[in-house]
Nanobody
Framework: QVQLVESGGGSVQAGGSLRLSCAAS????????MAWFRQAPGKDREGVAR???????SYADSVKGRFTISQDTAKNILYLQLNSLKPEDTAMYYC?????????????????????WGQGTQVTVSS
């Protein structure tokens, strides 16, 4: 069973940067989709960025140009670089993963269709 462990969260001032990591163990999918989601208090969990086994990425409009998703496939680590942080980026950040059937596209996978989730890492941005 795949396990995901996030790290790298913290407290920063607006305009600062953080890099989140998500270490995946027992990860053996040949086609996969990995993603970062976030959830602020009182709000629904929302997608932030995702990447598939080919390296194709997609981003929420709210983070385009500020956040970058990447992966180290040799180490099975997913990253999210957060730059130019804003107070509205404050949330618990979760990584998620699932395998992809040959006909599936990572960008079209819904939140509820991700099989595996990490425990989350808190990002707090002060103004």
């Amino acid at each position: 069973q795949v396990q995901l462990v996030e790290s790298g969260g913290g407290s920063v001032q607006a305009g600062g940067s953080l890099r989140l990591s998500c270490a995946a163990s027992r990860f053996s999918y040949s086609r996969y989709c990995m993603a970062w989601f976030r959830q602020a208090p009182g709000k629904d969990r929302e997608g932030v960025a995702r990447i598939d086994n080919s390296g194709t990425t997609s981003y929420a409009d709210s983070v385009k140009g500020r956040f970058t998703i990447s992966q180290d496939t040799a180490k099975n680590i997913l990253y999210l670089q957060l730059n130019s942080l804003k107070p509205e980026d404050t949330a618990m950040y979760y990584c998620a993963a699932r395998g992809l059937a040959w006909w599936s596209q990572c960008a079209s996978i819904g939140l509820r269709d991700f099989y595996t989730w990490g425990q989350g890492t808190q990002v707090t941005v002060s103004s």
